[in-house]
């Protein structure tokens, strides 16, 4: 099974890891993520804005371009995931910006929302089943007990993303157990890590990431896991160095349980 892949930028530098052990951990459960030849920045954040359209252009020709491949989109970066979602929800649903979006690019064929979009979280949920990946676990996690952090960007807004309840998700819990691991519950899960606010108010970005990560902390994790570069940077910058805990990519945990990581 191959599925049109768009990997974003932070994806080819600073999280490489995201991006590395996706694609060796997609061999060995059956797909292939195959990148996009002329993908072009999401744009890192979806405006709000109705009438911004020239921001959202890059989104909808990734977009195109899977829909001419015939093949879902697959996404790793819970930022890239967020904007692609939200920019084929407005090209689906949304006439004006449809209209101006596609009067602008002026593609061979209109494109209205075509594309399924999946975050590789959803891949292994509803595509290979946490009960397959289960059994393709050579080195059960066993003992180790991981704290999943959402973040903002992954569940919401929720009536579009709709990957989870934004309010109570399990994916990424259910993603733990069947790797052999033990998910820990903690009530922050869901909450700001102070995102791009850590350009303009560090402090107020370390007291969010320091309550995320403790709250954690506090509730026995060894360790957290994220689908979100952002989030991986300030959790690990902006949070006190004595009971930090070690933040890794999801996509490292899988690799570690498939046998497939360096």
Not at 74 to 99: G, P, R, W
Not at 184 to 189: D, F, M, Q
Request: some cysteine; glycine content about 6%; charged content about 25%.
């Amino acid at each position: 099974m191959v599925f049109s892949y768009y990997p974003g930028c932070t994806l080819k530098n600073k999280a490489q890891d995201l991006d590395r052990y996706a694609r060796r951990s997609a061999e060995a459960l059956g797909f292939t993520l195959e990148e996009l030849s002329e993908w072009q920045c999401c744009g890192g954040a979806y405006s709000m804005a109705q009438d911004e359209i020239a921001s959202k252009l890059a989104a909808v020709r990734s977009l195109n371009m899977a829909k001419e491949q015939g093949r879902d989109l697959v996404t790793l970066c819970s930022a890239c995931h967020n904007v692609l979602k939200q920019a084929n929800h407005d090209m689906a649903e949304n006439e004006e910006f449809s209209f101006k979006a596609n009067n602008y690019m002026k593609l061979p064929e209109p494109y209205h929302g075509e594309t399924k979009v999946l975050h590789y979280l959803e891949v292994l949920r509803d595509v290979v089943g946490f009960d397959k990946l289960a059994e393709k676990v050579v080195n059960p996690l066993k003992g180790k007990k991981i704290a999943p952090y959402y973040g903002c960007l992954l569940l919401r807004p929720g009536k579009i993303l709709q990957m989870d309840n934004p309010e109570n998700p399990k994916i990424m819990e259910d993603f733990i157990r069947a790797l052999g691991a033990e998910p820990v519950l903690y009530a922050s899960r869901n909450e700001c890590c102070g995102g791009y606010v850590t350009l303009e108010d560090k402090p107020l970005a370390q007291k969010k990431s320091a309550a995320v990560m403790g709250n954690a902390a506090e509730m026995g994790a060894d360790l957290m896991i994220t689908a979100c570069p952002l989030c991986l940077y300030n959790l690990t910058k902006n949070t006190p160095e004595e009971g930090r805990l070690p933040v890794l990519y999801f996509t490292e945990l899988l690799a570690e349980a498939l046998g497939v990581k360096e």
